[in-house]
């Protein structure tokens, strides 16, 4: 049975145990950033700090620096260590002021010994910090420098608590509570806690001590689940008053049920404050480690966010003790104290803390008076912070948690308090409260008022129906500053509110009171409008009110006492009868502000926006014509509005402005109570004209404004001058041209409207002809000129009037081209409008095309169709058309350089409806400029651009002002009609127009100026053929065969043939009414009847046969009989342009004389407005003057270049996209010149002799082989100035590159490397042993390194920087296999230096395997192996090998001494033995006079021999930019160079589009890709250079003492030195080929590609033979002299022995005999005949290509390039013999 029972119990407590197991291992919980390991939490912190800062961040949270205690921590901290960083540990040295002259032993920083360790070797001196070395496989090291800055890894340890305060937080898990095992505040170790102390404290650590306090934090904290550990200093008093005290305890936490078994230590350290339910106090202590970060690096908006958000989050409920409330609401003030961190979602946040803290205020008594002030006023002062956070952006919605807090505070204020005391009032700069228990009998006796604050309330006797008689009353007041509602209107002044309450809390409505209440409301904005009226002059002062349904409060300051009669009138002088308002002052009132006060509300006038006119008129006695009295008027705009909480916004019933309103407060009185407001809105700052005397008295002084007037003045009138020319120009340009070919008896008529396009080089200088295709046929070639007006303008509009022999129908197209002739034949035709003058049909031609040989298709003719309904209203020509036209004529300010000539609204107009708006603009400006806003006004902020309300209102206000009269105007200018001109000359010169019409015309000529003898037999035959010719065209019928020998042409045969063929087409056509026969009859009436006064003025002695007279004239009249035959069977005619009268549709517009009142309003507004403005400027002063116009400049520029265009183009937009109407503003104006057009139809008289002369060329188009002429010489023109262009820009481009090349190198770099290499290598021989490398060390290379001025080496010139360090690289032991006959000699074989062999080992002193001690970093160095990445180093180009960056390293230091006792130290160990296979001395200076850095490698290079050999590697380089004016030149030269780089890439992207995969077969395109590659690698490496140089250049600041590696940034800047060399040469290459055009060089470029092909058969031979002889001379003479120990060498010099460059000497010297037949050989057979015969292939293929040679495309391109650039200097060219001989051919 005992048995048993004693299995059942150890089973029982086996399980106690597991379970209690299983709980230690689940209470180990590390936070996300942590690591659990055993009992602690590790945090590796990558962050680089040094090494008290580092313990300092541990300590914040209750830990220290990690503590490794066995090789198992050793392990896991590895696997965590972020590779190449280095990491500090809790390691320090005991020696107390830690430096390098006291030795002592390493310890953690909790005094306790290093029972394990893991150092990369034994150190020599045990002092320092200890880090993890991740380079050196994760060993142990110690450095001197604290100040150096790692990551570090920080330790929380579970079950202790360390805290650099006086207290700290204990907490254990669930089921778990706190057992203290032991706790002391005070100091043991000098190690922890030492941010603030200095480093030396020996004589401090003497004064310190400790004092357990393990009693009171056991009673505080054990048995509890979460306990802030607080150690009470005032009892005891600073332990360590010196080095100051820090908090430890050590406790476990032991579960309640169980732990009588087992216990298990536990701790979390990072708290998340949403995650964990604590008391408050325990969570405002835990607040306070996170609230010493406010004011450092890491308080930013989201850390008060975050923290906000997690307060708001854990506080769910009120609290229940002051305290709590009292620590919360300080940290609540401390979290909002700085406005700019704290966001809208903070102040949300924000806001839920204060509602909560505020309901706190119920469930909690005090009776301490001071304590309740305290905690009120933290809660107010929070408020206030919060809405000055809230003024920021207004988006956070805090009233309702401001109000909230009023009401619980002033509630908790009254607790208690006994009626008629003194008032409890707390102020903060933007809340303000007042309360205060009174009786209801005091209760309207004083005014409610804060402390330095205007606002107050006055009740009036409010009587028992509202307050109870015997109860007191509570009396609440609130200030806000600041609005504090998002919503409503904006708010200009302090909202103040007032409340009253039973002592219950219960409120006390006051409503609908017949006495009202008195209510001062502090203004924020003090500026008034003021004037000084002269009551002799009974004048009138202009108040300008900008808002309606305000309130205007009108104050007067007269002289002297006087009765005012006040006459109010809107927009008009008042008179006693007309006004608005009047009112006759002095009223009733108290005090003289009061009596001559006029308050004008909504009830008293209807207050309108515009200006008023306020006159006023002493009331004196009869007889009295005037006084000698003045009157200082005030006025002032203001309402007053309460917030009306069920509508949330603001209203002004019941509530009205008061007479005691000031420029500072507002009184309001209203008949309730809430909150209330006062608004007022922006009126113009004031002048008054009265003064113009004395403020133009002041113009010496100020004239900045008047002269800026002046001059606006002086450019109006010189721009309306050239503006009056260019009308005048204009005038002659309106007109419809009568085409000079038209035939003078065709009478059918069409207008022709010809746009020419607005781009660059659109107009022409050639001759443009035109024929029409209709359905009826084809109208002859027209030429549209014009001969007293240049036509086809750019952007212009030409009217031609064109005729016809007949109706052409339907056109279906429009033929245009030109013969190309003048200097810019290339013409773009935009639109084309054909409109028939009998049907008023009309037909348009979207053209939109260049007519060019040179641009875009490329020729000169093109057949244009009639454009649909659905193209005219698409959205390229409605939008092309709309921006055209507003630009063009729309925009009043574009306008005035590219005005339609058409336009009645004239340049002179434009000009100056542009000045009066300029000034009115500048008016409306300069009343507004620098009206003070409110601080308190939402500001939207649109990016760079910022508006306030107050600013939008003000712009409002000023278009409202300028915007109508100017609209008035330009609307007057634009729509009145022209003036017509009617004179008794101009009536009497009217017989007489068809005289001048026909003087326009030249080819008619009446019958009395013709010349008889030029109408002959011949003559005659011409025109009837002609005549003949004509009609059978126009009846598309054959035309009758006629003789070629015009002496046997019978003219009566010619005439039966035209009558016969009359006949036969009046068969044809007789039942075809709509023929084009009928029409055509009446023109060849007109033709036979000229045809008949022909004959009749040759008479019948012209004729050679008798009786021939008269049979032609019977002839001729019988065909015109049979005509009106003919047409009399076909009484309807079609009309002709002259027979056919238009209507006069009535006249739009305004009449002609509304040009006057256009003129007189652009004088007065122009007048007043710069009156005005000077009145203004003189009155601002000069400072403000000028402030003014350079803000109106720059609103005037951003708005003419940018605001306007981009409202046309949106407007363009929407009228293409939207309303899509085609408008055609010219057509009114097109009917006005039609009807003033008459045709010579009307006024023919006599015969008409002149003929349109068909046979000139332009009336065809250009033959095909002619155009392509054209274009062959275009394009050869367009590729010379394209050369030209291209050569010009590309020696810029070789200049930019050079200035930018030469500007990184400077020459006395090559002084200063020449120096140092000089200086150190002194003493060096060409065979040294180790003795003599480090004598050579400590004389020459110490001796020049430390120079006589401490810090500068050899003379002093250059500054050594930072230290130097001398490194070596070794070869392993045994390196090669020693050959088996000496191995019994021989037993150590080192091989020479490879990367293979290179001993990467670390070793101690004397290279010694085993002995492994404490050291300083310094000299631990010097035996282990350092990589090159941990050095900084890079590769090294030795004369013998290639060498590795890394190395065995011993730091010089940055004085001579310490440099030679190292020196020796290395000497007596042997540091340099037979493993050494190279050593370097490696240091940087600066030469401040030359302002160069030189990085130096000194190389002693030693081969397997044993001999050491010195080299040196110096390289210069300019880390700091010189400054001055070259260095700004130098700068520029960068841009424009990398301008160029981009104009490049846009031409080569340009290329590569057009020849795609074809672009990377071309030499040259690749050639400037490379150089675009090159030059961005420049800059990226000009970057990188730069970024690393100042890396370097901090490094060295921040570690003076140690060596600063600057090889990255060597290697950068030879990179960058290579990168330019290689642009320059390829630059220089593109040069030549630039330069190919030149003859002479493409005659050798075409000489060498003819002999390539024999030229590289020879090549190969030359090289077969030099390496022949390479080889030979290697094997022979390769281990006897120097230039043939390698095949490189060996090749080289047999190469230079070609040249004459060789050394014959050596060679004999070393073999007379076999040396002397190798050159010799080589001498004959390679110079004297393989050369030979090379040189001579190369001269046969010259001479063939000159017999041979071609002129190339190229090289007439040049002659042409050669043309142009002496024709820009007047220079002729003369042609050659060949040239001329070749001219001669191609004629």
């Not at 032993?105 to 360790?117: A, E, K, R």
């Not at 109208?779 to 014009?786: A, G, K, S, V, Y």
């Not at 046969?1740 to 000159?1746: D, H, I, P, R, T």
Request: proline residues 4%; hydrophobic residues 40%.
């Amino acid at each position: 049975m005992d048995r048993r029972l004693f299995t059942l119990l150890f089973l029982i407590v086996i399980n106690i145990i597991s379970a209690c197991g299983q709980a230690v291992s689940e209470g180990l919980s590390c936070s996300e950033n942590q690591q659990a390991f055993e009992s602690s939490c590790y945090e590796f912190v990558a962050l680089q700090r040094s090494f008290l800062n580092a313990q300092a961040w541990c300590e914040r949270d209750g830990g220290h620096l990690a503590f490794i205690q066995n090789d198992e921590t050793q392990q896991f901290l590895q696997k965590h260590l972020q590779s190449e960083q280095d990491w500090w540990i809790g390691l320090v040295s005991t020696s107390i002021n830690l430096t390098l002259d006291l030795q002592g032993v390493l310890i953690w920083l909790d005094g306790s010994d290093v029972s394990y360790s893991n150092w990369l070797s034994e150190a020599m001196l045990e002092t320092g910090y200890g880090y993890i070395n991740t380079d050196s496989g994760f060993h142990w090291k110690t450095t001197s420098n604290s100040s150096q800055q790692f990551n570090f890894i920080c330790e929380f340890e579970l079950g202790r608590s360390l805290s650099c305060l006086d207290s700290t937080i204990l907490h254990c898990g669930s089921d778990q509570v706190i057992e203290v095992d032991e706790s002391y505040y005070g100091r043991k170790t000098p190690h922890y806690c030492r941010s603030n102390v200095s480093s030396s404290l020996t004589a401090s650590l003497e004064q310190c001590s400790w004092v357990s306090v393990l009693d009171e934090v056991a009673e505080l904290c054990n048995g509890q689940q979460f306990c802030t550990a607080v150690a009470d200093v005032s009892s005891f008093g600073e332990p360590c008053p010196a080095l100051g005290s820090y908090l430890m305890v050590e406790y476990h936490c032991k579960d309640s049920e169980s732990c009588f078994i087992c216990d298990t230590r536990y701790e979390e350290k990072i708290i998340k404050y949403s995650a964990i339910k604590m008391d408050k106090n325990q969570l405002k202590n835990s607040i306070n480690t996170e609230l010493m970060q406010l004011g450092g690096l890491g308080d930013t908006e989201e850390f008060r966010e975050d923290l906000l958000s997690d307060i708001s989050a854990t506080l769910e409920e009120p609290l229940q003790q002051q305290t709590e409330v009292l620590d919360f609401a300080s940290v609540l003030s401390r979290m909002t104290g700085d406005k700019d961190k704290v966001n809208v979602n903070a102040q949300e946040n924000a806001g839920c803390v204060l509602d909560i803290l505020s309901k706190s205020l119920k469930s909690i008594s005090l009776d301490n008076i001071t304590a309740r002030a305290e905690i009120a006023n933290l809660l107010v002062v929070s408020s206030s912070q919060i809405l000055a956070a809230f003024d920021k952006d207004k988006e956070s919605d805090i009233s309702g948690y401001l109000l909230t807090m009023v009401d619980s505070v002033q509630s908790f204020l009254l607790t208690n308090k006994t009626p008629d005391l003194e008032p409890i009032i707390i102020s903060s700069p933007n809340v303000n409260i007042y309360v205060n228990r009174i009786s209801p009998a005091n209760l309207h006796k004083e005014p409610f008022h804060v402390e330095n604050s205007l606002a107050g309330f006055k009740l009036p006797n409010l009587g028992s129906d509202v307050l109870s008689v015997d109860e007191p009353v509570d009396v609440k007041m609130t200030q806000f500053n600041i609005d504090p509602w998002i919503e409503g209107q904006t708010i200009h002044s302090t909202v103040a509110g007032l409340s009253l309450s039973k002592t219950n809390g219960s409120g006390i409505p006051v409503a609908n009171l017949t006495e009202e209440i008195e209510i001062l409301l502090p203004r924020l904005d003090t500026s008034v409008n003021s004037s000084v009226l002269d009551l002799r002059n009974f004048s009138t002062s202009i108040i300008n009110i900008t808002t309606p349904n305000i309130t205007l409060v009108i104050k007067l300051h007269p002289s002297e006492d006087l009765t005012l009669l006040l006459l109010m009138g809107y927009e008009t002088q008042p008179t006693s009868e007309n006004n608005v308002a009047k009112v006759t002052l002095p009223q009733q009132g108290n005090t003289q502000d009061e009596r001559y006060t006029w308050v004008l509300g909504p009830s008293d006038m209807a207050v309108d926006v515009g200006v008023y006119n306020l006159r006023i008129r002493p009331v004196v006695s009869p007889g009295v014509k005037s006084i000698n009295a003045s009157v200082t008027i005030t006025s002032i705009t203001a309402q007053c509005i309460f917030w009306q909480e069920t509508r949330a916004n603001w209203s002004d019933y019941g509530c009205r402005v008061g007479p005691k309103t000031t420029p500072n407060i507002t009184q309001c009185l209203c008949t309730h109570l809430t909150f209330f407001g006062s608004s007022f809105f922006v009126m113009p700052n004031m002048v008054d004209p009265s003064k113009s005397a004395e403020l133009f008295s002041n113009f010496a002084e100020n004239p900045v404004v008047v002269c800026f007037i002046g001059a606006i003045f002086i450019a109006y009138i010189l721009i309306a001058a050239w503006a009056r020319r260019k009308d005048l120009q204009d005038t002659t340009k309106v007109k419809i041209t009568m085409l000079e070919d038209n035939d003078p008896f065709a009478e059918y008529c069409y207008l022709l409207k010809v746009s020419t396009g607005h781009r660059m080089g659109s107009s022409t200088s050639s001759r443009v002809i035109v024929t029409l295709q209709g359905t009826e046929g084809e109208c002859e070639p027209h030429h549209l000129t014009d001969p007293d007006k240049p036509v086809f303008e750019r952007g212009g509009v030409d009217l031609f009037l064109l005729t016809t022999p007949f109706p052409l129908g339907e056109l279906q197209s429009i033929r245009l081209w030109h013969d190309n002739s003048g200097d810019h034949p290339a013409w773009y035709v935009n639109t084309v409008m054909v409109e028939d003058l009998q049907t008023e049909q009309k037909w348009h031609f979207l053209c939109s095309s260049w007519l060019a040989v040179d641009i875009d298709d490329c020729t000169v003719e093109k057949v244009f169709p009639v454009a649909s309904e659905a193209e005219m209203k698409g959205f390229s020509n409605l939008f092309f058309m709309k921006t055209t036209t507003d630009f063009c004529d729309g925009h009043i300010w574009y306008s005035v350089v590219s005005r339609p000539p058409s336009s009645n609204f004239t340049r002179v107009q434009r000009v100056s409806c542009c000045f009066s708006v300029l000034l009115c603009s500048m008016l409306t400006s300069i009343m507004f400029f620098g009206i003070p806003t409110d601080p308190s006004e939402q500001t939207m902020d649109m990016g760079p651009i910022k508006l306030t309300w107050s600013e939008v209102k003000i712009g409002i206000q000023s278009s409202i002002i300028v915007f109508p009269v100017n609209l008035v105007i330009v609307g007057i200018f634009r729509h009145s009609r022209p003036r017509k001109k009617k004179t008794k000359k101009e009536k009497k010169q009217k017989q007489s127009e068809p005289a001048q019409m026909e003087k326009d015309i030249p080819y008619e000529t009446a019958s009395p100026l013709f010349d008889q003898n030029n109408v002959t037999v011949d003559f005659l035959i011409k025109d009837i053929q002609r005549i003949t010719y004509l009609f059978a065209n126009a009846m598309r019928c054959p035309v009758p065969k006629t003789e070629k020998n015009r002496e046997k042409e019978d003219i009566n045969a010619l005439l039966s043939q035209l009558q016969d063929l009359i006949k036969q087409q009046h068969l044809i056509q007789k039942n075809n009414t709509s023929s084009v026969f009928w029409p055509y009859t009446h023109h060849l009436s007109k033709q036979l009847e000229n045809l008949e006064g022909e004959v009749k003025l040759m008479g019948p002695s012209d004729f050679s046969r008798p009786g021939c007279y008269s049979q032609v004239l019977l002839q001729v009249q019988g065909m015109k009989k049979l005509l009106e035959s003919l047409r009399s069977s076909r009484p309807t005619e079609q009309r002709i342009c002259s027979s056919s009268p238009k209507k006069d549709s009535s006249r739009k517009g305004l009449p002609w004389w509304f040009v006057y009142v256009g003129w007189l309003l652009v004088a007065a507004t122009s007048v007043i407005s710069g009156y005005y403005t000077m009145l203004y400027g003189l009155k601002y002063g000069k400072d403000r003057s000028i402030s003014w116009i350079l803000s109106i400049v720059i609103s005037f520029t951003e708005s003419l270049f940018f605001t306007q265009p981009v409202k046309v183009l949106c407007l363009a937009i929407f009228f293409a996209l939207v309303v899509k109407k085609v408008n055609f503003e010219d057509a009114e104006l097109i009917n006005t010149l039609r009807k003033k057009t008459s045709t010579r139809a009307d006024g023919l008289n006599g015969v008409q002799l002149s003929k349109r002369d068909c046979t000139r060329s332009y009336y065809q188009p250009p033959p095909s082989s002619d155009i392509e002429k054209l274009k062959t010489n275009m394009v050869k023109q367009q590729k010379a100035r394209a050369l030209i262009m291209e050569i010009l820009v590309f020696l810029g481009f070789l200049w930019m590159l050079l200035l930018v090349a030469y500007g990184q190198r400077d020459e006395n770099g090559f002084y200063l490397t020449q120096y140092i290499r000089q200086s150190f290598s002194n003493d060096i021989s060409d065979s040294m042993n180790q003795s003599d490398v480090f004598t050579w060390a400590n004389t020459v290379l110490l001796k020049n390194l430390f120079g006589d001025r401490p810090g500068f080496i050899t003379d002093g010139n250059s500054k050594l920087v930072g230290g130097a360090r001398f490194r070596q690289v070794r070869v392993k032991k045994d390196s090669c296999e020693i050959a088996k006959p000496v191995n019994h000699a021989v037993s150590h074989c080192n091989a020479p230096y490879s990367w293979e062999n290179e001993d990467m080992g670390t070793y101690g002193p004397g290279w010694d395997e085993l002995n492994f001690v404490n050291g300083s970093e310094d000299i631990n160095t010097a035996w282990q192996y350092q990589s090159q990445s941990a050095l900084k180093a890079l590769p090294v180009w030795g004369m013998i090998a290639l060498y590795r960056g890394g190395g065995y390293v011993m730091d010089l230091g940055s004085n001579m001494q310490n440099a030679s006792s190292k020196l020796r130290y290395l000497f007596d160990s042997t540091w340099l033995d037979m493993y050494t296979r190279a050593v370097f001395a490696e240091f940087t200076v600066y030469n401040a006079n030359v302002n160069l850095f030189c990085i130096v490698t000194l190389i002693l290079e030693s081969t397997a021999v044993g001999a050491f050999q010195f080299r040196s590697q110096v390289q210069s380089v300019r880390l700091y930019q010189s400054t001055g004016g070259f260095q700004s030149f130098l700068m520029a030269s960068q841009v424009f160079y990398f301008l160029f780089v981009l104009y490049y890439m846009f031409l080569q992207g340009k290329l590569l589009k057009r020849q795609k995969w074809a672009y990377f077969r071309n030499k040259w395109n690749l050639l400037d890709l490379a150089i675009i590659i090159l030059s961005w690698s420049s800059l990226s490496v000009f970057i990188k250079r730069t970024v690393q140089g100042d890396k370097d250049i901090e490094y060295y600041q921040n570690h003076k003492d140690q060596f600063p590696s600057f090889h990255d940034t060597a290697v950068l800047d030879a990179t960058l030195g290579y990168i330019m060399a290689f642009l320059v040469l390829l630059a220089c290459v593109k040069l030549w080929h630039l330069l190919r055009l030149n003859p002479k060089l493409h005659l050798i470029t075409s000489s060498l590609q003819r002999a390539w092909n024999d030229m590289s058969s020879f090549i190969v031979v030359i090289f077969i033979i030099l390496l022949a002889y390479s080889l030979t001379c290697n094997v022979i003479f390769g281990g006897k002299l120097s230039s043939y120990k390698t095949f490189p060498d060996a090749f080289k010099t047999i190469f230079s022995l070609q040249f004459g460059i060789f050394n014959y000497d050596e060679v004999l010297s070393s073999d007379p005999v076999l040396g002397a037949i190798i050159i010799s050989t080589c001498v004959i057979f390679v110079t004297f005949v393989i050369l030979t015969l090379f040189v001579s292939i190369i001269l046969e293929a010259f001479s063939e290509e000159q017999e041979n040679h071609k002129p190339s495309e190229e090289e007439e391109i040049v002659d042409l390039m050669f043309v142009k650039i002496l024709s820009l200097f007047g220079i002729k060219r003369k042609k050659t013999e060949e040239e001329t001989r070749n001219s001669g051919k191609t004629t």
